[in-house]
């Protein structure tokens, strides 16, 4: 491989009424080849899109030989001549006058990236590195970086510090049993469920506004559509604020990431026939009490003080479009960092942040006072000096404060209106995947 200086390297999508004529460097996979005699065209693929190589025997006996025992999915530098022609894809094709196989693919495939063969998501997820060739695939994560770049420049904007917080932990967030013990040298340890109690040490240091976007592990054994035992979670903890304030900003989030995608994305969206609709603001808020009211109307079975079943969320979600908030959750059901209102301590000052059935986030304002949280550690049936560091920062000046964590994994699910949240993760880790 030489540097071609005097050529210059494009894109496939990059190619236009200006190179007509010219010659380009392109490097890419043989997507297909369909061979007619006198002349063979393949299609050349590269991570932004498709292009046509017309090679004539006249122009180039040795190229044409050449392609013709080039198994699909070989990896390849071609230099050639642009050409207009409306009946290739993109309205361009290539007349190749230099053909180099850089790798050539073993045969047969173990899944057919032209799609002609659908599979099934087991099967995809185990040739993950040839499933993620596939256009289709490859545009869930071209929107999920968007997301996420949206997510980092829209809470930097907002004065949001981003941080990294420990992965192996000494103690359980929210105690319970969704925890992955590890051996740390001659100790127990666990991988982290949740960066919530970091994001609060880091409030009592002051620095008021942070974010953070990491992995959180959970032992869950169900297998579902929407969890992972290994999940990304965009997380923001802000002080002097309470729930109010912080749901605010995440449906501010939730807004500006949609916009992005929209202005950025529309290739990306097109190949995965997906149309996008940017979110109205404020999202409706819907009291836990009327949500339960809600569901029964609906002839689902439902207790006050009870979490909504997948049926019952089905339910509310046919009464609320789009995106919504569940508020004032029972403080029973929810985790002991959330703070109950003073008037009525049964009722907490919480949020679920809802897209149709799937639960998107989670938020609350928090208890900053060290004797309520002591009281609400030991109520859970856990013991308040596993929790040591934690509660020092309570001691010493601790702000009033509040924050939300939002799963990255669903957000792409719902944004990309997927069927199964491991579609929106590049190697998904669930009760029975560990591999690739
Ligand atoms: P669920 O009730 O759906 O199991 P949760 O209430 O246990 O979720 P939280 O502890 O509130 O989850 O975590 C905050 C957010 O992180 C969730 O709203 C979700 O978007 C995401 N999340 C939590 N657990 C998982 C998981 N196992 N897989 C994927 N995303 C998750
Ligand atoms: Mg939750």
């Known amino acids: 491989m030489s540097d071609d200086l005097e050529v210059a390297r494009k894109y496939t999508s990059e190619i236009g009424e200006e190179d007509v004529g010219k010659q380009v460097l392109l490097y890419g996979w043989i997507h297909e080849i369909r061979d007619l005699g006198g002349v063979a065209f393949a299609l050349l693929r590269d991570r932004e899109g498709i292009i046509q190589l017309t090679c004539i025997k006249k122009r180039s006996p040795d190229i044409i030989k050449r392609l013709r025992k080039t198994r699909r999915e070989s990896v390849v530098k071609v230099i050639g001549e642009v050409k207009k022609e409306p009946k290739a894809p993109g309205g361009?094709?290539?007349?190749?006058?230099?053909?180099?196989?850089?790798?050539?693919?073993?045969?047969p495939l173990p899944l057919d990236v032209a799609?002609?063969?659908?599979?099934?998501?087991?099967?995809?997820?185990?040739?993950?590195?040839?499933?993620?060739?596939?256009?289709?695939v490859q545009a869930?994560?071209?929107?999920?970086?968007?997301?996420?770049?949206?997510?980092?420049?829209?809470?930097?904007?907002?004065?949001?510090?981003?941080?990294?917080?420990?992965?192996?932990?000494?103690?359980?967030?929210?105690?319970?049993?969704?925890?992955?013990?590890?051996?740390?040298?001659?100790?127990?340890?666990?991988?982290?469920?949740?960066?919530?109690?970091?994001?609060?040490?880091?409030?009592?240091?002051?620095?008021?506004?942070?974010?953070?976007?990491?992995?959180?592990?959970?032992?869950?054994?169900?297998?579902?559509?929407?969890?992972?035992?290994?999940?990304?979670?965009i997380d923001i903890e802000q002080s002097f604020t309470d729930h109010e304030g912080v749901m605010r900003v995440l449906e501010r989030l939730i807004r500006r990431v949609y916009e992005d995608i929209a202005e950025n994305c529309t290739k990306y969206l097109e190949w995965l026939g997906v149309n996008i609709e940017i979110p109205e603001l404020p999202?409706?808020?819907?009291?836990?009490?009327?949500?339960?009211?809600?569901?029964?109307?609906?002839?689902?079975?439902?207790?006050?003080?009870?979490?909504?079943?997948?049926?019952?969320?089905?339910?509310?979600?046919?009464?609320?479009?789009?995106h919504y908030y569940i508020v004032d959750w029972p403080t029973e059901i929810k985790p002991f960092y959330a703070m109950p209102y003073e008037d009525q301590p049964e009722i907490s000052k919480t949020f679920d942040l809802m897209a149709g059935s799937l639960e998107l986030a989670s938020g609350a304002q928090r208890v900053h006072l060290y004797d309520l949280l002591v009281k609400k550690i030991a109520e859970k049936g856990m013991n308040p000096e596993s929790?040591?560091?934690?509660?020092?920062?309570?001691?010493?000046?601790?702000?009033?404060?509040?924050?939300?964590?939002?799963?990255?994994?669903?957000?792409?699910?719902?944004?990309?209106?997927?069927?199964?949240?491991?579609?929106?993760?590049?190697?998904?880790?669930?009760?029975?995947?560990?591999?690739?």
């Not at 099967?123 to 256009?135: E, G, N, S, V």
């Not at 957000?411 to 069927?419: C, F, Q, T, W």
Request: charge should be negative; avoid cysteine.
């Open 92 to 107: 361009y094709e290539i007349l190749p006058d230099y053909f180099e196989v850089l790798n050539e693919a073993d045969a």
């Open 115 to 136: 799609e002609k063969v659908p599979a099934e998501l087991d099967t995809r997820l185990d040739a993950r590195f040839l499933d993620l060739r596939r256009p289709r």
């Open 140 to 233: 869930i994560f071209r929107v999920r970086h968007q997301m996420l770049q949206s997510v980092r420049d829209f809470l930097s904007e907002e004065g949001f510090i981003e941080v990294n917080t420990p992965k192996i932990v000494s103690t359980a967030t929210e105690g319970g049993t969704e925890l992955f013990p590890i051996s740390y040298f001659e100790k127990e340890a666990f991988l982290n469920q949740s960066p919530q109690l970091y994001k609060q040490v880091l409030m009592g240091a002051g620095l008021e506004k942070v974010f953070e976007i990491g992995p959180i592990f959970r032992a869950e054994e169900h297998n579902t559509i929407r969890h992972l035992n290994e999940a990304i979670s």
């Open 283 to 322: 999202f409706p808020r819907v009291t836990y009490d009327e949500a339960v009211e809600i569901v029964k109307n609906k002839g689902e079975e439902i207790a006050w003080g009870e979490d909504f079943s997948t049926p019952a969320l089905k339910a509310l979600s046919e009464n609320i479009e789009g």
């Open 387 to 436: 929790f040591e560091f934690y509660l020092n920062a309570f001691r010493y000046g601790m702000p009033p404060h509040a924050g939300w964590g939002l799963g990255a994994d669903r957000l792409v699910m719902s944004i990309l209106k997927l069927r199964n949240i491991r579609e929106a993760v590049i190697f998904p880790r669930d009760r029975t995947r560990l591999t690739p």
